[in-house]
């Protein structure tokens, strides 16, 4: 197996399930019949610039920021992103505001720049909280309720 067909399975292992440590992602390989170890899956994490983010509750988990620009993200994925990462969702005029934990207001609006949610033209992104800003004819009241649907809020 080649290191780019590793790295990429990585990716969606990490898009698929909340990655607390190196060593679930080792075992995550194994059962897809992929055998690495720790230091190289260690370097694999490096090299496709993963981070540690805070979930709630307090634990962390792997999550790689952004997805190439040209590749778009499947809806069910974004489902996924917003039901783990989106604690508050609340809008005014023609913008919505998220809430995460610290550090992974980032991964949600790499998610919904790269899903392109109808009625959102763009992101805004801090450390736990971002802004999302509703096309013209939507209102914020409307993209807020889209977005608490697709995070089961």
Do not use: C, F
């Not at 194994?30 to 979930?55: E, F, I, N």
Request: hydrophobic fraction near 40%; charged fraction near 20%; aromatic fraction near 2%.
């Amino acid at each position: 197996m080649s290191k780019h067909h590793r790295q990429h399975r990585i990716s969606r292992l990490l898009a698929d399930h909340v990655v607390t440590s190196q060593e679930m992602l080792v075992s995550l390989l194994a059962d897809d019949g992929l055998a690495a170890t720790q230091a190289t899956v260690s370097r694999d994490l490096d090299d496709l610039g993963a981070v540690k983010v805070r979930l709630p509750g307090g634990d962390t988990a792997y999550a790689i920021p952004e997805h190439p620009a040209n590749q778009n993200i499947p809806r069910d994925q974004l489902r996924r992103v917003l039901g783990e990462w989106v604690v508050d969702v609340a809008s005014s005029g023609n913008l919505v505001v998220l809430r995460t934990p610290p550090g992974s207001a980032h991964v949600v609006a790499s998610a919904l720049d790269r899903t392109g949610v109808d009625g959102a033209i763009g992101t805004v992104a801090g450390d736990d909280t971002l802004m999302v800003v509703a096309a013209q004819g939507t209102t914020g009241d409307q993209l807020a309720d889209t977005l608490r649907a697709l995070a089961g809020l």
